[in-house]
């Protein structure tokens, strides 16, 4: 790590540690947000980013976890240290059925996410009597661990902020690997890493179900700190807005998703107020970012300054 | 001992084109063998059919003895098979180094590590770097493919099929559009490959063909017409009426 870049990440680190003194309530509600997103943008980048796969479905794995969390721990007291995992446990299992789309490419791939996603909306928006239809599950508590509980949404932005910085150098380890290379290989030249021996389709089937793994994870964060989940968290939209804020922020990166999250939910929160038609804007974001700066902010400074994108 | 390539009564149809028609072929280990023959006799849709690109329509690939017809691609390239593409096709989005760490990990079950840096394994990067200094790219080891120039990157495709240490190498015309310098430079690397390792090669180029070659074969309109040491196919009437054209 060059002193440069040492200095920006101990200025961010303090910045982040810092930010609740200087900020109010409504501000670190929206940085959790971003934090949680941007989390799942993650997710969908290690298919986007590095293996050449746009999934439309991860708002599934992060919905059903979300669910999963909030009626175990709503409905059934059961306690957070076991509700939380089974939310993730719950989205994994959905990434090992939804990761058999693998054995399409291209348009069909992204045919069949989309209709994925459709199949787990239409269950929590219709079989109400389990997933509470419209209205969701409300209510759920802070996370509690025996004695060692969030008391404050200031508290979880720490725990949030502490989650994603640990998954972040998981993520990086991951795509330094043997196995993060062959992904960025596959998505080059799926026929040339054939014939060098790889099983790309098994290779592609293990990176999705990870990238299930982190969207569950987001999903979790994001119910105790949302502290309801509706329909609308496994809707089209958000899977599409984790993509393009992997694609603003810059694609094949760490950072990128982060910054897009934040870009994203700041851009909304702020046009929002004093525009009713903010999806349109939102949308004309999306269309700027993708014709003239496809690589996304990450991208575009690393191409500025000289250097190839790389996790 | 069983031949290094067995191909018997191969056959490839595509719609009612009877790409390769009922060819048989058997390459000893060791040898040399390269494929000649006009455009569309078959050659590359041979080699597809060898390697597992392409599944044959009909007929049996043999491999050291083993069938392996019905094989994936991968499957075959773990058994020993090294491939090169008439068009190259390399990585264009990663360094030099990071394609042929690609080829040393491909038949090495450290491809499914997550924990360790690729970079950290130092045996598999030494195979890498000796992979790009035999076809003398080492100097651009750390340069993204996409800016290399041709010639390179027939280079870099070289590599590829070589650094996994392949039994038998399939060589799609490794010389089309190179300089009369690159060509010699190629022709001149794949003649002093070891005799352990099996070649078989398309080429259009007879210097090169038959400099290299134990035996030739050639092939017309997907059949094999002659099979027969160099010297005896270059003054054969009917490959000259074939190959050269009518003269």
Redesign the interface.
């Known amino acids: 790590m060059t002193p440069a870049r040492l200095a920006v990440a101990v200025a961010l680190v303090a910045a982040a540690v810092a930010l609740p003194h200087v900020a109010g309530p409504f501000w670190m509600g929206l940085v959790t947000q971003m934090i949680v997103f941007g989390l799942l943008a993650l997710s969908v980048d290690l298919l986007l980013g590095h293996a050449g796969l746009f999934s439309v479905c991860h708002g599934s794995f992060f919905a059903v976890a979300a669910y999963t969390t909030a009626i175990l721990q709503v409905r059934y007291g059961v306690p957070t240290a076991l509700a939380a995992p089974a939310g993730l446990v719950a989205g994994t299992l959905l990434g090992l059925v939804f990761g058999l789309a693998v054995r399409t490419r291209g348009v069909y791939f992204i045919l069949i996410t989309i209709a994925f996603g459709y199949v787990v909306w239409g269950v929590a928006h219709r079989w109400s009597s389990f997933t509470g239809g419209d209205n969701g599950v409300t209510n759920v508590p802070f996370p509690a661990v025996g004695s060692w509980r969030v008391e404050s949404h200031v508290e979880y932005y720490y725990l949030a902020l502490a989650a994603a910085a640990l998954l972040a150098l998981g993520y990086r380890?991951?795509v330094?690997?043997?196995?993060?290379?062959?992904l960025?290989?596959i998505?080059?030249?799926e026929?040339?890493?054939?014939?060098?021996?790889?099983?790309?389709n098994r290779h592609l089937y293990?990176a999705f179900v990870l990238s299930a793994v982190l969207a569950s994870m987001a999903g979790v964060l994001y119910v105790y700190y949302n502290r309801f989940v509706n329909p609308v968290a496994a809707s089209f939209p958000v899977s599409v807005e984790a993509a393009l804020m992997a694609i603003v922020g810059g694609t094949g990166t760490i950072a990128g998703p982060f910054i897009g999250s934040a870009i994203i939910l700041g851009l909304r929160n702020w046009v929002s107020s004093f525009f009713e038609l903010y999806a349109a804007v939102m949308g004309l974001v999306f269309i700027v970012a993708v014709l003239w700066v496809p690589e996304g902010l990450v991208g575009l400074a690393l191409r500025l300054s000289g250097r190839?994108a790389r996790g | 001992m069983s031949a290094a390539v067995e191909v018997a009564e191969l056959v490839k149809e595509f719609g009612g084109l009877r790409a390769v028609d009922g060819v048989s072929l058997r390459v000893p280990s060791g040898e040399r063998r390269v494929l000649i023959g006009p455009n569309g006799a078959g050659k590359t849709t041979l080699f597809h059919c060898v390697t597992g690109t392409l599944a044959p329509s009909a007929g049996r690939v043999t491999f050291f003895g083993r069938d392996v017809t019905r094989l994936p691609e991968h499957r075959r390239t773990a058994l020993g098979m090294g491939r090169t593409f008439q068009i190259s096709n390399v990585i264009a989005d990663l360094t030099c180094l990071e394609n042929v760490t690609l080829a040393a990990l491909g038949t090495d079950p450290r491809k499914w590590m997550v924990q360790r840096p690729v970079t950290a394994l130092v045996d598999v990067r030494r195979a890498a770097q000796a992979s790009l200094e035999l076809v003398g790219l080492a100097p651009q080891a750390g340069e993204t493919v996409r800016r290399l120039s041709y010639g390179e990157q027939r280079q870099l495709e070289l590599a590829l099929a070589l650094t996994a240490r392949p039994r038998a190498l399939f060589l799609d015309e490794p010389c089309a559009g190179l300089s009369p310098s690159e060509r010699a430079r190629i022709a001149r690397l794949i003649g002093g490959l070891p005799r352990t390792l099996t070649v078989l090669m398309i080429e259009h180029d007879m210097d090169v063909a038959l400099g290299l070659a134990d035996r030739v074969t050639v092939l017309h309109r997907g059949r094999v017409i002659l099979d027969g040491p160099p010297a005896e196919v270059q003054s054969d009437p009917q490959v000259r009426e074939v190959y050269f054209g009518h003269v």
């Open positions: 380890v991951l330094r690997s043997p196995f993060g290379l062959a960025r290989g998505k080059g030249s026929s040339r890493m054939r014939t060098l021996g790889y099983d790309s293990a190839t």
